[in-house]
């Protein structure tokens, strides 16, 4: 009778290799991905993200890793593989991690180095005054109820922009910072669609200097001290809309507002994101649209003489 050698003897759970992947970045996050190793840790996976938490100088920032078939936000690495390959499936939230050197670690389960770029600033203009009312009504035929209808305070900002009422508007977006559940709350969504249309479609128009002034305001509002009035993913989004930075499924409709691609598809795959966070974004750019038009149209006194 033959007898094992190993008999009898334990054998203890086998850790499985690291899984190794290439990866797309965001120019967003290029500066912290190119810059020396840095600790951070997962705060939050899913079958097709995980965030992780880099502490930074001032605030801390959210790297998103995503899947290739997942919303791409403008802070993301776009990982070579779809949900259903389970990339993060040994990824616990609280495992430590490292970002930069060109790439990403988390324990000894998964390794990302970045292969490629990706510009998260979609360019627009230049674009008519025609073009940009054209896709404003288009945009609101799409758009419906979204996560913070019926609460006074948009409407607030949405006529305060439109007019230019600084002090308003600024009041207004303020209080709505870090409004509603999740990850990224409807108020911060929304607030990042608004100030994406006021840079970028305010940019691209004739006479759009006073949208993108007050988008440099209202940018400066409602990032100061955001990580302590929202959750740190939000407070990052709320960062990369105020210097124009914009998701893949955003950008593809700011693009479609332009005149540059079609836009009921692009805004229907927006609307569908998750629970009503894109309904929320869309809600903002069209918001956006309508007080860049109303900002942008000339006025009946511009070419008055001083004296009168």
Known sequence: MRVSTTAGRR??????????????????VRAMLGGPRRAARAVAVFPSAAYLRVDGPTEPIILALVTSDAVRPPNAVVLATPARQEPFRGVREGDVAFVGDGGVEVTTRLRVRIRRWWDPTPVLGPLSLARLAHGAHALGELTGPWGLSGHPVPGVLADSCADGDLAHAVDA???IVGLGPGLTPSGDDALAGLLLALRLL?????????????????GAAVTAYACERT????????Q???RGQASVETAAVLRGIAGQEPLEPAARRLIDIRHTSG???AWG????????LALSAPRPDADRSPDG
């Open 173 to 175: 977006a303020e209080r």
């Open 11 to 28: 054998r203890g759970p086998r850790t499985p290799p690291a899984l190794s992947l290439p990866g797309a970045a965001s120019l967003g």
């Open 285 to 292: 750019l069209l918001t956006g649209c309508r007080a860049a």
């Open 202 to 218: 305010g940019g691209a128009v004739p006479g759009g200097g006073r949208a993108v002034w007050l988008a440099d305001w209202l």
């Open 240 to 242: 990369c809309a105020a």
């Open 231 to 238: 959750t740190a993913l939000a407070a990052t989004l709320l």
């Open 279 to 281: 309904a929320d974004v």
